[in-house]
């Protein structure tokens, strides 16, 4: 079939819409009509060149909704008009990584998902003139239709609308489920979250659910924070106005450190700060956002020494297929928000300016309808 696509063509070009071949499902893979997409900071990370893993031509996007269309041979768990979230991170119930308790990092089809190819080796997406077009992230939602892998699909109920519950196929289960799934906050807990954007957000709802007492947020942008205090925020710091090392201050104002930090900036020195700004003797730092090529982290291990933890987590630990339902229907029951933290809804072809409105620091997340 064919089917409209934003293609990024090569690093630091924006975008093109463009109408692409899309070979229909193969055993165990579904077609699916994506039916939105948010746009996440690691898709601009991709886009930027930043990314090691970041291949060219491709079909970008990761945070999408829609509704299955086909099935392939041995699909028994989806079926035509099922809505689905993409995801990932699969979840194929067999591997060594999914059969531990421990990680949500199922493996059973990263190395080729990282080459931009189905688990065959191949991929769906061409151009018209027939040359291969990678798919991203094994989602690819920045076209209206994709293929992915039955393992990589989660089924959740049909009232839940697709512009908002997309985001959830990121940033919302990214966020709450480093509170829930990785940090395992307590009630009463202490918790700075570095970085006030589509992710840090909803780290902080995630904490205003757990029963956090205080939740700093720390940002360089004030403009992002009447959101963050509608969410939970109890105190706001802005580096830029903070004299001396942030640190002090921080570890101050938290009565000693924090007993949970979170980085959802992906900058390097923020995850310094943050591992620092944790409580001596048993605070974690939770790494969230996504560095550059090339990029370290470093500190002092007399601060690993002294019992703070360094801890990093992908998708917030969650199992897609079984965990991300649920967080439908808590977004269905009122128990967390999105809908104020979409700022942006775009058409499809205008979706270069919800890369604008990121850098410009204007929106939390765009969404693109299709
Ligand atoms: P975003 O652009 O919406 O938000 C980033 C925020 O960080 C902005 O508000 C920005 O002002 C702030 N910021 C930037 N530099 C800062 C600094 N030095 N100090 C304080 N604040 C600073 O991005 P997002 O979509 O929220 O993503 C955040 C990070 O999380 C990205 O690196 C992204 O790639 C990563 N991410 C990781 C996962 C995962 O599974 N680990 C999932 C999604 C996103
Ligand atoms: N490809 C990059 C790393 C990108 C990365 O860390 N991706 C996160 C999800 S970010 C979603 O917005 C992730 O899930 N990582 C685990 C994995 O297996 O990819 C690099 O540095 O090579
Ligand atoms: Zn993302």
Request: proline share 5%.
């Amino acid at each position: 079939m064919r089917t409209t696509a934003a293609v990024a063509t090569q690093a630091g070009k924006p975008l093109e819409i463009m109408e692409v071949n899309l070979e229909g499902p193969k055993a165990g893979e579904v077609l699916v009509e994506i039916k939105a997409t948010g746009i996440c900071h690691t898709d601009e990370f991709t886009l930027s060149g930043a990314d090691p893993e970041g291949l060219f031509p491709a079909i970008l996007g990761h945070e999408g909704a829609g509704v299955v269309l086909e099935v392939g041979d041995g699909v028994t768990s989806m079926k035509p008009g099922d809505h689905v979230i993409p995801l990932y991170t699969p979840e194929c119930r067999e591997c060594e990584y999914c059969l531990n308790p421990k990680t949500n990092l199922c493996q059973s089809i990263r190395s080729t998902q990282g080459q931009g190819v189905m688990p065959d080796g191949t991929s769906r997406f061409s151009t018209l003139d027939g040359d291969p077009i990678l798919h991203y992230m094994g989602c690819s939602t920045f076209a209206n239709h994709t293929v992915l892998p039955e393992i990589a699909l989660a089924k959740i109920r049909k009232d839940a609308p697709f512009d908002k519950v997309c985001y959830i196929g990121c940033g919302v289960t990214t966020g709450v489920g480093a509170v829930i799934n990785t940090a395992k906050a307590e009630i009463g807990c202490r918790a700075i979250v570095f970085g006030l954007g589509g992710i840090g957000l909803n780290v902080i709802q995630g904490l205003r659910l757990a029963g956090a007492d205080q939740i700093v947020g720390v940002d360089l942008n004030p403009s992002k924070v009447p959101l963050a205090e509608r969410f939970g925020m109890t105190d706001f710091v802005n580096p830029s106005e903070v004299e001396g090392d942030l640190v002090p201050y921080l570890v101050d104002l938290t009565k000693g450190g924090a007993d949970y930090t979170f980085d959802a900036t992906g900058n390097v020195n923020v995850m310094r700060t943050a591992l620092e700004a944790a409580h001596k003797g048993w605070g974690e730092s939770i790494v969230i956002g996504v560095a550059p090529a090339g990029a370290e982290i470093s500190t002092r291990p007399f601060q690993l020494v002294t019992g703070r933890t360094w801890k990093g987590t992908a998708f917030g630990g969650a199992r897609g297929r079984s965990d991300v339902p649920q967080i439908v229907d808590w977004y269905m029951d009122g128990k967390i928000e999105i809908d104020p933290m979409i700022t942006h809804t775009l058409s499809h072809k205008d979706i270069n300016k919800g890369f604008d409105l990121m850098h410009e620091g204007k929106s939390i997340r765009s969404v693109v309808v299709y």
